[in-house]
C-alpha cells in the first residue's frame, strides 16, 4: 500500500464532485484534504455551499470543511496536496486544469482536454499503457504535474464492452443511449421536462460517443496514440431515471464469432486494475446477465459497487454482427469511480 | 358520407378497447353497437365490467350497455352490427377472428393474422391497394367478411416514415425503441418495474419489428404481396411514460439525398386518406420538427388528434445514410386511431 | 359582451404567463396586445425568449411578437392595452403592480399585495361583492388604475369547497396538501429532487393557506372586509405529478350536516360567473364525484376545462366533522383561469 | 446468543417474504429453513417461482430451495423450522397462521389477527410486555405455539412517533399519508394508474390507522390489553414512491410542551430493542432532522437500515398542539424488519 495521497477535489460542491466525497470516504490510499468550488461557494462551510445530493449522509468532518476557490493558491493555503479531482464546467475546465496540471496531477472528468493529443484518456482496464503519454505531455509542456482523462460517463460503459471485441475485429458500433438524470448534474433536468416524457437530445454527447472509443481503444507507441479506425453513430436520450445509462448497441464486427464466444469473452475480460487489485477495482469489469429483460437501471447500476458494466440480452443482429444492452452506472463508474480507477492505477505504476 | 355503419368492438374493456369508444364518440360514419369481452365481463353492464382509463368520461351511453360474450352468436343477439373492430390477446384473437371473419369486416389489432398471406396489413396512408387482397382472402377462404389488419404499435410510426423513403432505396433499418407503458395494457406494467427505471425487452416485439414493415411496403400485383427487401433490425425498451412510442431510428439508403431532399419528402408524403378526407386523417401524416430536442412524447403525441407521426433530429450518419427520431402515439395512430382510419378506407373504397 | 379589451401579460415567458396565453387565444373578451418579461428576454420575440412548455403549440402570432420590459413605458411603446394580468415572481411583484396599477386594471397572482386591506382577493364564485373594494382603493390611493389579486393556486381549492359550508359553520380547517411540480414554475423542481421521491416543503405555502382563504370568505361591509374567523393549519408537499393539486381536507363545523346535505351544498353551489354565464366559468364549480378512489390528479385535473373543483372521498370524521379530498388544477384554476375568470367578472361588472 | 433458531416463511415469493430473505442474509440468530407460497409456486425452485425484485442478488441457496405449500405437513416436510413469519393475502392468513399458530410461534404482518383480544401487537421498542399476553392466548387456546402481530404498515411509522408523546397526554391524531408502491405488494400498483398521478384511497388503511395504535399504546395488565383512550382520523394515499411512507401528522395533546421538549423526547426515545441490543435494533428508533425539507422517502427511508423513523418539521399546529412529518421504510421496519425485531424480543425474552 502506497502513503496516502492527499487530494483537492474541484468542483466539490457538484453532484460529481459529491460523488468524488462520498466514494473517497475510508479510501485506504487517498485522503480529502482541499475542496474547492466557484466563487458563490468559496469562503462558506462545505455543508453551507453545497446541496448534499448523496443519500448517504454528508459525512461530519466534510460539512465542516471551508470550501477554497478553484485557483492554486486558494487551494493551496487551503491545505497540502498531492493530487487533483476536477468535475468542473467545459468552460471553466480547460484553463483551470491547465493551471494546476502544470503543478499537480490532475484527474480530469471534463471534456476539455480529453482530445488533446498528449493527454490520455483512461479506461483503466483498457489502455493502461497510455499513461505513459504523460511523460510526452511533460516533456512538451514543462510540467511538474499532469493531466489525464476519463471519458464521458456515455463512452465508459459503451467502450468497457467493446475493448473484449477488438480482438473480433470491430469495423462499426452505433448505439441508442437511455441517459439517467444525474448525468445532467444538479439541479440540471427539470422536472417538468421529464415527467411522463424522454428528451431526445444531450448537448454534445453524440460527438463524445462517436469519437472518444477510438482513442480509448487505440495504440500508444511510446510517442502518440493511434486511434481505433472504427466508425461510430450515437443517438442520445434522456430518460426519467435517476442514476444509470443505459445503451442499445449493434456492433458490426470483421469476424463472425458466437454469442459464447462473445460471451466468453466479456467474461474473461480482466485488466491491469484485477491484476493489480486496485482498491475501486470491480472484481469483473463486465457482468453478463442472462434473464431475458436485463440489465435494468435499478437493479444493475450498483453491479460491482457501481463500477462494473452490466451487458444483456446479447444475441446475433441480422444486419451488423450483434447486439446487446449494457448499463454503467454514471456517477460512480462513469464518473467519481472511474476517476478513482483511474488515479489508483497512476500510484501503483509510481506515476502520482 | 356513406350510411353509418354499426360496430362491435370485441375486447371492449381493455386499453385499446377504450380507446375504440373514446375515439368513435360523435363519430360521422361509425356507431358503436355491441361491446364484447371476456367470459368475466359478459353480462355486466360496461361500467361495471371495466375500469376506465381514458381522462375524458366514460360516456353515459355506453356505462349502461350490456357486454357480450366474444363469440358471434352472443354479439348478434346484443344487436346489429356491420363490421367489427377487434383488439384481444394474442391466442384468443386467431380462432376469434376467424369466427368473425367468415361473416364480417374484421379489422383487426392482433398480430394473429397480420403475417397471413391473403389478409393485408394496412397502413391506409402506404398501402390502400394493398386491401383488394381481401378478394383473394374471401374467395380462397369462401367467406362473406373478411380479416384486415393493422401493424403492431411500434412498427406503424417507423414504417410512416419509411414510406416516403422508399424512393431513395431503403437497404437497411436499425431501430431502438423507446414505448410507451399503455402499450402493455392494463394493468400492464407494474410501477414497481418502471420507477426509477427502464425495461429493456418487449415479449416478441422486435421480431414484429423486423418484418411487418417488408410487408406494408410490399407490392401486390393483384393476387399476393411481394414484401420490400430491405433488412430490418431492432431493439425494443419500456420507459416510463404514458403515451407515445419513440424511436431511434437508423436507415441505409441506396441514393444519398441531402436532409433538406428527405425533408421534403417526409413533409410532401400524403396518401389517399388525405385524398379521400377521411374523418380520422390527418391533415400531415408526418411532421417534421426542427428544434434540437424533439419530438418528445410528451409533447408530440397529440399532434394531428395522435394520428400523426412527429420527425425530429434529422441528421445525417457517418455509418448508414440518415439518422432520425419519431414518435407515434401507440393507443391512437397505433392502435384504436389506426383501426379506425382502416375501416374508413375500406368504407370509402365500397369494402366494408 | 363587451367590446374585446387589449390585454398586457406581465411574466409572459414564465410558466403562468404561457398558459395566459394559451387560455386568451380565442378569447370573445379579451386580446392580447402587450407581452411583457424581464430583462433578460426584453426585445427578443416571444419565442426566441421564452421556453415553450405548453403541450398546444405556441400560436404562430404570438411567437412574433416582440417581448417589452416589465414597466408601463416600455409596455405603452408596445402597444395599447386595457388591463393588466401579473404573474410576476415576488420582490418584482409588489413594486411592479403599484406602477401599473395606478393606471390600469391588473389582475395579480402573486402574494405581494393580496393582504393589502384595500385590495380585493376573489374568487368570482365566493366573493364577486369584494370588487367593489377597488373603489375604496382608488379613493385611498388616488388611482385611475387598480390591483385585484387571486389567491394562492393550493388556497383556491380548498376556499372553493369551504365556501358551500359556511351555511353550516366552519370552525376549523386542517389540510395536508399534496402539490404538482407545475406550481413551481418552470425550470421550478428540479428532475433529481423528485424522483421516487416527495418533499415535505414549499416555501411561504402554508402561511397563505392558513390566512387568504378566511379573507376570500370574510364579510365586506362597503369599507372593508371582516375576516371569517375560523382557524385553519396546513402542511404541504410537493409530489411527482405535472398539474392537479390534491388536497386532503378535515373540517370542524358547528352543524352537524349529513353526508348528503354537505354533497347537495357541493353540487348546488354557483355563484355569479355561473348566473352571468362568464366565458370562462364552469358549469359546476365544484363536482362531487362518488369512485372509492378518485379525484386523481391525471382524471380530474381538466374537469371544466380546468376550472372545477373535483371532490371525492366525502365522509364523516371520528374527530373533526368532515374530510374529503379536493383537486384543482393549479395552472388554470389555481392560476391563469382564475385571472381570466376574475377580469371577466370586472367586466362584466363594468369595472373593467 | 441464543441458539440459532430455524425459520420458516409463509408467503415467501411475494415482496414481503422477498425482504424477509433479504433482511435474514447473516442473521446472527435465524437461518432460513423452509419458504413456503402458494399453490401456483409449490414444488417449483424458489428462483423460478418467485419474480425477484430486491436491488440485492437473490441468494444462491434461496434460489435452488423448494417451496412447499402452505400447510404444516408440506412444511414439516420440507424441513424442521423452529418459528413461523408470515406475510399472507389477508382471506388466507386468518386460517392458515390458526393452523401453525397452534404447534410453532407465528410472527405475523397479516391483519387478520391484529385485533383479536389474545394477539399481541408489537413495535418492541414500544410495548414489549404485551408478548407476555401470548400466554393468556396458549392458554385459551390450548396452543403450543402462538400467534403475535405487527401493525399495519403506516401504523409503524406513526405509532413509534405517538410513544414518546403519550406523556403529554395524546386526545387526538389526524395523519395523512403518502405511502409508497411496494406498500401495495407485486405487481401491485399499475404503472398507468401512479403516473403522473396520486390515488388519494388504499382499501381497508384507514381503518386500520385510525385503530391499531391504541392497541400498541395501551397497557397490559396481565390479562388483556386496555387501548389507549385517544381517538385518530387518517386519509390514506398513494404517491409515485418505490419505498417510504410519508405522514403529514396533526396531534392535539393535554399538556403544552415546548418543541424543544417534544424534540428531546423523540431523539431520548428507546426501549428494549436498545437495551437488549438486539440485532435488528436501531440505534435510534427516532431520528429528528432540521433541514426545513425533510423526511424525504428517498433520502431517509433507510436510515438505521430501515429501521428507523425520520421525523422532520416539527412545529407548533394552530389548531392541534403539534405538527410534523414522519417517514418509515415501509417494507423494512414496516414489514419484514419490523417482523424480525419482534422475532429477536420473543427470543432474547425466552419465548420463542
Chains 1, 2, 3, 4 share one sequence.
Not at 190 to 214: C, H, R, W, Y
Not at 227 to 244: P, Y
Not at 320 to 345: D, F, P, Q
Request: charge should be neutral.
Amino acid at each position: 500500500m502506497p502513503n496516502k495521497r492527499k487530494v483537492a477535489i474541484l468542483g466539490a460542491t457538484g453532484a460529481v464532485g459529491q460523488r468524488y466525497i462520498q466514494l473517497l470516504q475510508g479510501h485506504p490510499w487517498f485522503e480529502i484534504s482541499v475542496l474547492a468550488a466557484s466563487e458563490k461557494s468559496a469562503g462558506k462551510k462545505y455543508k453551507d455551499a453545497a446541496t448534499w445530493l448523496m443519500e448517504t449522509e454528508l459525512p461530519k468532518e466534510i460539512a465542516e470543511m471551508p470550501v477554497a476557490n478553484i485557483d492554486v493558491k486558494s487551494c493551496e493555503q487551503a491545505g497540502d496536496f498531492d493530487l487533483v479531482f476536477t468535475s468542473l464546467p467545459g468552460d471553466l475546465a480547460g484553463p483551470t486544469e491547465n493551471e494546476f496540471g502544470a503543478l499537480y496531477p490532475v484527474f480530469s472528468k471534463a471534456s476539455a482536454h480529453r482530445m488533446d493529443k498528449d493527454v490520455p484518456l483512461i479506461i483503466p482496464e483498457i489502455n493502461p499503457d497510455h499513461i505513459e503519454l504523460i511523460k510526452v505531455q511533460q516533456k512538451q509542456r514543462g510540467w511538474k504535474g499532469f493531466i489525464t482523462t476519463d471519458p464521458n460517463c456515455s463512452t465508459i460503459g459503451l467502450a468497457i464492452t467493446l475493448a473484449p471485441l477488438m480482438q473480433f475485429g470491430i469495423k462499426q458500433v452505433m448505439v441508442t443511449t437511455m441517459q439517467a438524470l444525474s448525468g445532467a448534474g444538479y439541479p440540471g433536468v427539470a422536472s417538468l421536462d421529464i415527467i411522463d416524457n424522454v428528451v431526445p437530445f444531450i448537448s454534445g454527447e453524440e460527438d463524445k460517443m462517436e469519437t472518444e472509443a477510438q482513442k480509448i481503444l487505440g495504440k500508444f507507441d511510446g510517442k502518440a496514440i493511434k486511434h481505433a479506425d472504427f466508425q461510430a453513430s450515437a443517438s442520445c436520450n434522456r430518460v426519467n431515471v435517476k442514476d444509470g445509462h443505459l445503451e442499445s448497441v449493434f456492433v458490426k464486427l470483421d469476424k463472425e464469432p458466437s454469442i459464447d464466444e462473445v460471451e466468453a469473452a466479456f467474461t474473461k475480460f480482466k485488466g491491469e486494475p484485477q491484476k493489480l487489485k486496485l482498491p475501486s477495482a470491480p472484481a469483473q469489469p463486465i457482468i453478463v446477465r442472462h434473464e431475458k429483460n436485463r440489465p435494468q437501471p435499478r437493479y444493475d447500476r450498483d453491479a460491482g459497487r457501481g463500477q462494473s458494466v452490466v451487458v444483456g440480452r446479447l444475441r446475433k443482429d441480422p444486419i451488423m454482427t450483434l447486439k446487446y444492452m449494457c448499463l454503467s452506472h454514471n456517477t460512480v463508474r462513469g464518473a467519481a469511480g472511474g476517476g478513482i480507477l483511474s488515479a489508483e492505477l497512476y500510484v501503483a505504476k509510481g506515476l502520482a
